[in-house]
């Protein structure tokens, strides 16, 4: 194991344990982490199996809970309906990506205002609450614009995959797919 991975692990009681600190931490603990951007990993003490989706996944779950949600009911739904679905492993990397996309924008943005007003984090938070009051509809048109071409871009691919699945199986002839229904072959039993 890397050596700037932080072992959590965590115990049957449900405690977590930092082997960095020798010290049991909260959840909240594990969010500070996830927001300083440090690489860490939770176990189980007894099996070693890996639990940090669990743990990232018991965090979102507090965030949504605790103020204003970012899910939408609508959107939590969708997400659920994609499970089992044959696009389920798509919707996982592309969500992802978008997400990256999204946070890469952002840090370009901070990256500017730093370099224009400096390293002062009460104004940085300052300006962002200004820029985001005049800019906020203009990001969102901006979003909403990437969104729909995302959108017309995944029904293509999903288009031009029916289509190349269709012309794929037209080669195979199943049984009882539009011919006789007990699979036999247009001369019958017994002819040649």
Do not use: C
């Amino acid at each position: 194991m890397s050596q700037s991975l932080r072992l959590i692990k965590k115990y049957p009681n449900r405690r977590l344990y930092d082997t960095r600190t020798s010290a049991y931490i909260t959840l909240a603990d594990v969010r500070d982490l996830v927001l300083r951007n440090e690489d860490f990993q939770v176990v189980d003490a007894k099996s070693g199996d890996d639990l940090t989706r669990s743990i990232l996944l018991q965090i979102i779950i507090e965030e949504e809970t605790g103020g204003v949600p970012m899910f939408s009911s609508d959107l939590l739904a969708q997400m659920i309906r994609f499970y089992g679905n044959a696009m389920q492993g798509f919707m996982g990397k592309y969500l992802e990506s978008n997400i990256k996309a999204f946070a890469d924008m952002q840090h370009k943005l901070q990256d500017q205002a730093r370099a224009l007003y400096g390293d002062s984090n009460s104004m940085n938070r300052d300006l962002w609450a200004q820029f985001l009051n005049f800019q906020g509809p203009a990001l969102q048109g901006m979003m909403g614009a990437y969104v729909e071409q995302s959108k017309k871009m995944f029904m293509q691919m999903q288009e031009q995959v029916e289509t190349q699945t269709r012309s794929l199986l037209s080669t195979f002839t199943f049984p009882g797919v539009g011919g006789d229904p007990k699979g036999r072959d247009e001369q019958g039993p017994g002819k040649k």
